[in-house]
């Protein structure tokens, strides 16, 4: 299957190596996600590429127009993303520019920090100065429940064999649909949904250039802030975090950007959201390794928890969530 899909893949290259100039024995893989998706690089003599980026998006799993329509609307807000130069929709390939091997995880140090989140806390407010309702699916109370369920399925029941007795399934139930209710209240706007570390690329011109977006939707506006900062794979102390969160707001509001005048509020609604977030994720982590065998993320469980635990804590109404996870904490041994 992977064969054939690359054997189609290097015909497709064939019929744009003219156009390209592209070096067809240069491609290499680039990366792979945790979806049907493969990049590679190949190299191209055209003056001022490079190299360029090939995605391989079997349509079946993976359909590009997603991909596509979030590509332009971002570009159009400002953001750095790949241009799209060449495509085959029916295939499942495209020919992009590319942005580059470092990602902000691996730049981030302790004295780069506070830089390169300026430059993605002002792409962010960019993109979210751009939204309009209608465009993007709507994120629903039936999507935010749909991923928050995936915690008792993937990660209760399958990772950690746990069945909840039936007072913690109604708390669970009830911690749900506070958190839901939380989100649901939050001002909308385009949310990238994986705005992290991973996905974030440092360049020169236009920093960060932006990848994996084709999941975008309309939602909460803490949504992406939580990704950024609540990050399952680079953790900061609190202090730092509050202080990136502020100027977030203080950007945000300046922009014109519907934000709560207060930040404490604005900061409860960014924990909350985190909390939705890390509560899918341990769901997603545990299923890519159950169902997808990939067991790459599982080192990643142990900080997600940590702060899922600690935002738990603080809410005396999340109380009883907090003593559900820090009982699969005790479960994981």
């Known amino acids: 299957m992977t064969d054939l899909r690359l054997n189609t893949l290097r015909s497709w290259l064939k019929a744009l190596e003219a156009s390209w100039q592209l070096d067809l024995d240069s ?38 127009d997603a991909f ?6 971002l570009s159009e807000a400002g953001l750095n993303v790949p241009k799209i130069l060449e495509q085959n929709l029916a295939e499942g390939f495209l020919l992009l520019n590319d942005l580059g091997t470092k990602t902000y995880l691996a730049e981030l140090t302790n004295e780069s920090a506070d830089h390169l989140y300026k430059d993605a806390t002002h792409a962010l407010v960019l993109m979210q100065l ?26 209760l029941k399958k990772h950690l064999q746990t069945e909840l007795n039936t007072q913690q399934a109604e708390q669970l139930k009830k911690s749900f649909e506070l958190i839901i209710e939380n989100n649901l209240a939050q001002a909308k706007v385009y949310v990238h949904r994986d705005y992290h570390s991973r996905n974030l690329m440092v360049t020169e011109k236009n920093n960060p250039g932006v990848i994996d977006f084709q999941d975008a939707v309309y939602g909460p506006i803490t949504y992406d802030a939580s990704s950024l900062w ?9 202090e730092r975090v509050i202080d990136w969160v502020i100027k977030f707001w203080e950007e945000g509001r300046k922009a014109g950007l519907p934000m709560p005048n207060d930040f404490g509020q604005f900061y409860r609604d960014f924990e909350w959201m985190g909390l939705q977030r890390h509560l899918k994720v341990l769901g997603i982590f545990a299923r890519l390794f159950h169902r997808d065998g990939k ?19 603080r809410y005396i109404e999340l109380k009883p969530l907090a003593r559900i996870l820090e009982s699969t904490r005790t479960n994981k041994g």
């Open 295 to 313: 067991d790459g993320y599982l080192k990643d469980i142990p900080l997600v928890l940590e702060y899922a635990i600690a935002t738990a804590n």
């Open 130 to 155: 751009a939204s309009k309702p209608d465009v993007l699916p709507n994120y629903d109370e039936a999507l935010l429940q749909r991923e928050l369920d995936l915690f008792p399925e993937w990660y």
């Open 230 to 238: 609540r990050d399952a794979y680079i953790a900061w102390p609190e």
């Open 68 to 73: 596509i329509q979030v590509d332009l609307l």
């Open 27 to 64: 491609l290499t893989p680039a990366s792979a996600d945790a979806s049907f998706r493969r990049y590679f690089r190949i190299e191209s003599k055209k003056p001022g590429f490079g190299t360029l980026i090939v995605m391989d998006a079997p349509p079946q799993h993976e359909p590009l």
